[in-house]
């Protein structure tokens, strides 16, 4: 066992003996978190955090299990705030019985009632979308919709990663919700048969094949080029995202589909008040620039600023379909990316 793995592993077991020992304790100075984003992202903010309020923020760090983690220790449980990605997490935490509402009034004040749950069990806390890198070389269209890129004229110029995976997932839900299952069915067999190859890879690799010339327009979340743009440790990623440019689909129609980075506060807070104020910190101004801008993201929250980089690359108009709409069609885009045959590519 390394040694971060020993210091989480000590962390969460000291953790539970504290809940397990005293479950009704009154509120501590401390709050718990779970945290599916990195160390890198979430310290900066969490140290402002206690300088400002004087509450002690402990953290577990994960790359998976950590819905199933809170379900199974249940009462015992010493998770207060639970931090993770994509919509799809925090619907089903609700569903899994695991939140409880969010109470401080930061979060009807500040976060559009499309990023939220209507009943405050969970809420965004940065937008990230699925977006065209296209070729600088080889594409001089500025603008571009979802229904553009199944047309013939992309016969054979298209890339992305296994239509399974999370992210694309998200994509399609959000086209049957906005569209339809029947329209989103046309429209994915098309965008299937003009993929250059059969998806494989990463979203970083789609990137990469535009640069090789394996194809002109590659569906890829926009934070990347963010990533590979300041990826020092691998300067090669920095050519691949040279040549590439972003359009944002559908931003001068019904606009972007988007997905988010969010949280809850878990059934069996010890500490509600002080994940309320976490909450309530992490949509200040201040706190949303820094949360999104680490990741280049973009805020939920409209007045914090977004970070000249990510705004270098256009206006985000992001869609007013509700995430819990495209949530409630995630099953069928899996189903439908079976039933296509989607990752092995064209079919015609």
């Given at each position: 066992?390394?040694?971060?793995k020993?210091?989480?592993?000590?962390?969460?077991?000291?953790?539970?003996?504290?809940?397990a020992?005293a479950?009704?304790?009154?509120?501590?100075g401390?709050?718990n978190?779970?945290?599916?984003?990195?160390?890198?992202?979430?310290?900066?903010?969490?140290?402002?955090?206690?300088a400002?309020t004087?509450?002690?923020a402990n953290?577990?760090y994960?790359?998976d299990?950590?819905?199933?983690?809170?379900e199974s220790e249940?009462?015992l449980?010493?998770a207060?705030?639970?931090?993770?990605?994509?919509?799809?997490?925090?619907?089903?935490?609700?569903e899994?019985?695991?939140?409880?509402?969010?109470?401080t009034?930061?979060?009807a004040?500040r976060?559009?009632?499309?990023f939220r749950?209507?009943?405050g069990?969970?809420?965004?806390?940065?937008l990230?979308?699925?977006?065209?890198?296209?070729?600088?070389?080889?594409?001089?269209a500025?603008?571009?919709?979802?229904?553009?890129?199944?047309g013939?004229e992309w016969?054979?110029?298209?890339?992305?990663?296994?239509?399974?995976?999370v992210?694309n997932?998200?994509?399609?839900?959000?086209y049957?919700?906005?569209?339809?299952l029947?329209?989103?069915?046309?429209?994915l067999t098309?965008?299937?048969?003009n993929?250059?190859?059969?998806?494989?890879?990463n979203d970083?690799g789609?990137?990469?094949n535009?640069?090789?010339?394996?194809?002109?327009?590659?569906?890829?979340?926009?934070y990347?080029?963010?990533?590979m743009?300041n990826?020092?440790?691998?300067?090669?990623?920095?050519?691949?995202?040279?040549?590439?440019r972003i359009i944002?689909?559908?931003?001068?129609?019904?606009?972007?589909?988007?997905?988010?980075?969010?949280?809850?506060?878990?059934?069996?807070?010890?500490?509600a008040?002080n994940?309320?104020?976490?909450?309530?910190?992490?949509?200040?101004?201040?706190?949303?620039?820094?949360?999104?801008?680490?990741?280049?993201?973009f805020p939920?929250?409209a007045?914090?600023?977004?970070?000249?980089?990510?705004?270098?690359?256009?206006?985000l108009?992001?869609?007013?379909v509700?995430?819990?709409?495209v949530?409630?069609?995630?099953?069928?885009?899996?189903?439908?990316v079976?039933?296509?045959?989607?990752?092995?590519?064209?079919?015609?």
């Open positions: 066992m390394t040694m971060t020993r210091l989480a592993a000590a962390l969460l077991g000291s953790m539970v003996l504290v809940a020992a479950p009704t304790l009154a509120q501590t401390e709050v978190i779970y945290s599916y984003r990195e160390q890198s992202l979430l310290q900066p903010l969490l140290d402002a955090f206690t400002e004087g509450i002690t953290v577990l994960a790359g299990g950590l819905l199933e983690r809170v249940g009462e449980s010493p207060d705030v639970v931090l993770t990605v994509d919509i799809g997490n925090l619907v089903g935490a609700e899994r019985g695991i939140t409880q509402p969010i109470t009034p930061a979060l004040e976060v559009p009632e499309t749950d209507d009943d069990n969970w809420t965004a806390l940065s990230r979308s699925r977006v065209f890198y296209v070729s600088k070389d080889r594409v001089d500025t603008a571009l919709s979802y229904e553009d890129i199944a013939e016969k054979g110029r298209l890339c992305t990663r296994p239509g399974n995976h992210y997932i998200g994509l399609i839900a959000h049957i919700a906005a569209n339809g029947d329209e989103a069915r046309e429209w098309k965008v299937r048969d993929l250059a190859t059969a998806p494989n890879g970083r789609q990137v990469k535009i640069l090789e010339g394996s194809c002109d327009l590659a569906i890829v979340n926009t990347y080029m963010g990533a743009l990826n020092d440790a691998e300067p090669e990623q920095k050519d691949w995202a040279n040549a590439a944002y689909p559908d931003a001068e129609g019904e606009g972007t589909q988007v997905n988010v980075a969010g949280g809850f506060i878990a059934k069996h807070a010890p500490n008040e994940a309320n104020a976490l909450i309530a910190f992490l949509l200040s101004d201040e706190a949303q620039s820094i949360y999104a801008s680490t990741n280049y993201e939920v929250v007045s914090a600023p977004i970070d000249p980089l990510v705004a270098s690359w256009g206006a108009k992001a869609s007013q509700p995430l819990t709409e949530a409630a069609h995630r099953a069928e885009a899996a189903a439908l079976d039933e296509l045959k989607f990752n092995e590519g064209p079919q015609n």
